[in-house]
């Protein structure tokens, strides 16, 4: 099996996908990085871009040594991996995405990122878990509640901006002769099945929905998302590294 590239969600960092390694690494290599300034990393020195963070991604590819990976990629992490594709597509040999879509924001959600970059900017991330917990999760999770905690103001601040500034990439998909699978939480309430219908659509993906789950069902049902990703990924014939 090729080695997975996970890519996390927003206000997040690699530890989200801790309820899924134990299965994961028994089938193949990880790469799981906190996204810069993640997790206590820096950030990119430059202006808010994710192209910046996929710049970072191939770099932490090449220091593994590794040409092609399938990459996971979750909300945000979704959003990296279509930036990935734009610039370096040949490192991708397959592709999950979850709790993520391909058109650039609208007006609603700027509006939004905008609150979050001046909150962020003249309050710290206090009040962010309260804001984003009822979003990503079914129920209260104490311990995702201390990972957004824990995260920088100017990172959370830095990569609302990043996000806000991302191009549709519904052209992106349709031109690419993608392998690809969408997974998506049934009860999302950020995004819904329509925008999930739409990502298979532009990939040709199969499309399933994780019943239990909201925004973020690789963290909520690990075992429920597994269950449709592990028989994908052995189906495919593995790429050279």
């Known amino acids: 099996m090729d080695p997975i590239l996970l890519l996390h969600p927003f206000p997040l960092d690699a530890r989200v996908w801790d309820p899924l ?5 028994a089938e193949a290599q990880l790469v799981d990085p906190h996204l810069p300034g993640w997790g206590g990393t820096a950030l990119p020195d430059a202006d808010p871009s994710l192209d910046a ?3 970072h991604v191939l770099r932490v590819l090449d220091g593994r040594g590794l040409d092609r990976v399938t990459a996971v990629g979750a909300a945000l992490g979704g959003f990296v991996l279509m930036a990935l594709l734009r610039r370096a597509p040949e490192r991708v040999a397959a592709a999950v995405f979850t709790g993520t879509q391909a058109i650039a924001d609208p007006d609603r959600a700027l509006a939004t990122r905008a609150m979050v970059i001046r909150r962020a900017t003249e309050e710290g991330t206090g009040w962010l ?13 104490p311990a995702l509640r201390r990972v957004i905690d824990e995260q920088s103001p100017r990172t959370v ?14 052209p992106l998909l349709r031109a690419l002769d993608l392998d690809a699978l969408v997974v998506h939480g049934a009860e999302d309430p950020i995004m819904g099945a329509p925008v999930a219908e739409e990502l298979a659509e532009l990939t040709g993906a199969p499309l399933h929905f994780v019943e239990g789950a909201a925004h973020l069902p690789a963290y909520e049902q690990p075992d429920r998302f597994l269950d449709v990703v592990l028989p994908w990924l052995r189906a495919r014939p593995a790429a050279a590294t």
């Open 21 to 25: 390694r134990a299965r994961l690494s």
């Open 53 to 55: 963070v996929a710049e």
């Open 129 to 141: 878990a309260d804001f984003m917990l009822p979003q990503l999760l079914t129920a209260e999770d």
């Open 157 to 170: 601040a830095w990569y609302a901006a990043a996000m806000a500034a991302r191009p549709d990439s519904r």
